[in-house]
């Protein structure tokens, strides 16, 4: 602008009127994404707040199973789950001379991953227990705290900010996706229309030019 009538470009692409406007869509994309990735932040924040008692309550859970008179075979179903959700693995994992040994017998050694311990699938298995729970006639604690309807209703809330933060993860990643292409759309993005302005300033006032080297300084990658 402050050239004056000597930036008087055909294109109306590198026109002030539509220069502003880049910069208006450019400063509301990265407004949009500055929001989204505050608002995931947040959603990460409270499903960590939600989640970070669940091991320990799991443990509660079993144990109380354990107290309840259930059977054996319900009680080993009930602490797979909560090894799951715990993260804890279901068999030890073999060290380099057992290894060397099964091999050296003709043994195939596989092992089995550490547990799932994503929220998706500390979720899951934990749902998995709540709902293995409600068919146990045994298993009807006094504490309110573990009882089945009390489990369902954290399991809901477990749930709800799981789901939170993967809609703010995708909002964000709209977001994303919505301010590269105002700034790296092929001809029409930010950069692009920087280059050619550039070129256009640069034929009109010359490379040697101050009023080039203004603009020539000014990085946009």
Known sequence: MGYGTR?????????????????????GALDSVSMAQSAYAGAVAARKIVFEPLNKYATRILN?????????????????????????????????????????????????????????????????????????????????DLKVATLTTYCTSLGNKNQEVIAAETALSNARIARNKVLYEANTGMTDVVADVKSYVKSVFEASSPEYKQISKLSFS
């Open 7 to 27: 930036y008087n470009p055909s294109k109306d692409l590198i026109k002030i009127s539509n220069l502003q406007n880049v910069l208006t869509l450019t400063k």
């Open 64 to 144: 109380a199973l354990r107290a309840s008179g259930s059977s054996e075979q319900i009680d080993a179903s009930a602490q797979s789950l909560v090894h799951k959700i715990q993260g804890v693995r279901a068999s030890a994992k073999k060290s380099d001379e057992e290894k060397k040994a099964l091999e050296a017998e003709g043994k195939e050694v596989t092992e089995i991953s550490s547990a799932q311990t994503s929220f998706d699938n500390r979720l899951a298995n934990f749902d998995k227990l709540v709902k293995l729970l409600a068919t146990i006639p045994e298993y009807a604690p006094k504490e309110e």
